[in-house]
């Protein structure tokens, strides 16, 4: 078949206009479809072809998804890659100039047959690897020029810069979408503090947080504005440093709790240029964690009535001793109040030293039961464990047993709740008595030595050590192998030495059992 040859040396001015105008408008093309939808006009707008089709790699195939033809093409068809030029194209990164396509061996003749096109350019776009094809066809043969090559080349390598960038576009709006999605299932409102301008941005939950209108404009001094005056001094320091002095903040009026987390950002020279943060209403768990303060601190004063209900007729014993030795002493100062009144009066002054006696009992007594509430202050470790030793004296059951006490000297003050600490002493003491039970030896020794920025309180006791279906649940509640036995025991000092900063755990003995727990020292004790 001889070749209807039309030679087109020259590509019409207008063609270069055209492309222009077409990387003008792909560079701000939003998505693919507006960048196929530019590709598909200008790709016939500068060849003067009769059919433009737009060619997207889909895996192992060929999608036909746009064309603008004389003639029906493929559109929405697939094909696989080895079996179109557009796949060719694709597979060896080449254009395709096919002047007669029946002539040429890579088109598949029969797809052909039915359509107008009799020659053919294909050009792929690619930014590493080609992604997609413009073909454009022609109703005869010809063949084309270098120029004409060009120009369909020059808008396929414009077209790959645009889809790479419309699908950059894409993914950081379907980023920016998830973020939000994230942000809002966190319950989190997100802010960015621009540290060169002090412009702030901040989304619409997290401006709600601070107390301002969602839709309003929003500056530092606004978020600021929002939060309690007295934690302001910490706010400001996040925004300086990105470095969170807090763990919550005060909302203005101190009806909320909010959470505030920040993150330096730093150019490629580490200078700061912005801080960008997160914020979280936390009230509901904040007040949780208050209910479940009280509560701890009311199960710890119950089980202190308990124990108290337990010591009572040792107790009474304890008072009567001096009660009734002030007693005989005042019988007596009656009796010799007339004969000789030096004797008298000495006998008073015994009778009184009696009294002071109980009054400290008593005085005790009141201390050890406390008023529930948490409260921590600097304590010498060595002098908390005498109180409870001499409490648990007290008890008739505990005389047999010996109770010592080992202090390092020199120790640093203790920053705790004296008065739960006491109640873990106090449970160990009874747990270690009680486990010794008919043991020949029956010794408890607490040990009181300094570890760096903690206290460690040892109490070590000369029993069986522990049963070992209850050492693969100690510290789990209801254990027990006692008869009338809770279990909660050692649940609960474990809970109050944690609550306190410390750590409490259980050391096997040889013999018995030794249980160790830390409180830390007073900050001043630790920076000295
Ligand atoms: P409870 O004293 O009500 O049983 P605890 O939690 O204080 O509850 O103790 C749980 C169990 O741990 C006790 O029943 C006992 O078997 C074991 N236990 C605790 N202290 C010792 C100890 N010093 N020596 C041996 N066993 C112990």
């Not at 706010?235 to 969170?244: I, P, R, V």
């Not at 306190?500 to 096997?508: D, F, N, S």
């Amino acid at each position: 078949m001889a070749l209807a040859m039309l030679k087109n040396p020259t590509v019409p001015q207008h063609g270069w206009q055209a492309l222009v105008r077409a990387i003008e408008q792909l560079a701000t093309a939003n998505d693919l479809a507006d960048v196929i939808a530019i590709v598909r006009s200008t790709a016939r707008d500068i060849s003067g072809a009769d059919g433009i089709c737009f060619v997207l790699r889909d895996g192992e195939c060929c999608h036909y998804v746009e064309e603008l033809a004389i003639g029906p093409l493929w559109k929405g068809k697939r094909f696989p890659l080895t079996a179109c030029i557009s796949g060719w194209c694709m597979l060896n990164d080449q254009s395709a100039v096919i002047p007669d396509i029946y002539l040429d061996p890579r088109i598949p003749h029969d797809a052909y047959r039915p359509t107008f096109v009799k020659s053919l350019v294909m050009v792929p776009v690619k930014t590493t690897k080609p992604i997609a094809a413009i073909g454009t066809y022609w109703a005869e043969t010809r063949e084309f020029s270098d120029d004409e090559l060009a120009l369909i080349e020059a808008l396929g390598r414009s077209t790959s810069a645009a889809i790479a960038a419309a699908q950059l576009r894409q993914s950081l709006v379907e980023s920016e979408h998830r973020l939000a999605m994230a942000l809002d299932a966190g319950g989190l409102g997100a802010w960015e503090l621009n540290l060169g301008t002090c412009e702030l941005i901040a989304t619409p939950a997290a401006k709600i947080m601070f107390g301002a209108d969602p839709d309003a404009p929003f500056g530092r001094d606004d978020l600021l504005a929002g939060i309690h005056p007295d934690d302001r001094e910490a706010a400001a320091w996040l925004f300086e440093t990105g470095l969170s002095r807090d763990e919550e903040y005060r909302s203005a009026d101190g009806s909320r709790r909010l959470e505030l987390r920040g993150r330096m950002v730093t150019d490629g020279d580490g200078t700061p240029v912005r801080v960008t943060g997160v914020v979280r209403d936390v009230t509901e768990r904040h007040q949780a964690k208050e209910r479940l303060e009280s509560l701890r601190s009311e199960l710890v004063r119950v089980a202190r009535l308990n124990d108290l209900g337990a010591m009572a007729s040792a107790l009474a014993h304890e008072l009567n001793q001096p009660l009734a030795a002030a007693s005989n002493y005042l019988h007596a100062a009656e009796r010799l109040m007339d004969r000789d009144p030096a004797q008298a009066l000495s006998a008073i002054t015994k009778a009184e030293a009696q009294f002071v006696r109980t009054k400290d009992i008593i005085q005790r007594i009141r201390g050890f039961v406390g008023q529930g509430k948490s409260e921590r202050t600097a304590e010498d470790a060595e002098l908390v464990c005498r109180e409870v030793l001499e409490l648990a004296r007290m008890t008739a059951r505990h005389d047999d047993v010996a109770m010592y006490l080992k202090a390092d000297t020199g120790l640093p003050k203790v920053q705790i709740d004296k008065v739960q600490i006491q109640q873990v002493l106090f449970n160990l003491l009874r747990n270690a008595v009680e486990a010794m039970g008919d043991s020949a030896t029956r010794r408890v020794t607490i040990s009181v030595t300094a570890e760096g920025d903690m206290v460690k309180l040892a109490v070590a006791d000369t029993g069986p050590g522990l049963d070992p279906d209850i050492a693969a649940h100690l510290f789990q509640p209801f254990h027990t192998t006692k008869e009338g036995g809770m279990g909660v025991g050692l649940s609960l000092c474990r809970k109050i030495v944690e609550a306190q900063g410390g750590k409490l755990w259980h050391e096997p003995g040889n013999p018995g059992a030794t249980f160790v727990f830390t409180v830390p020292v007073t900050e001043q004790a630790a920076t000295s």
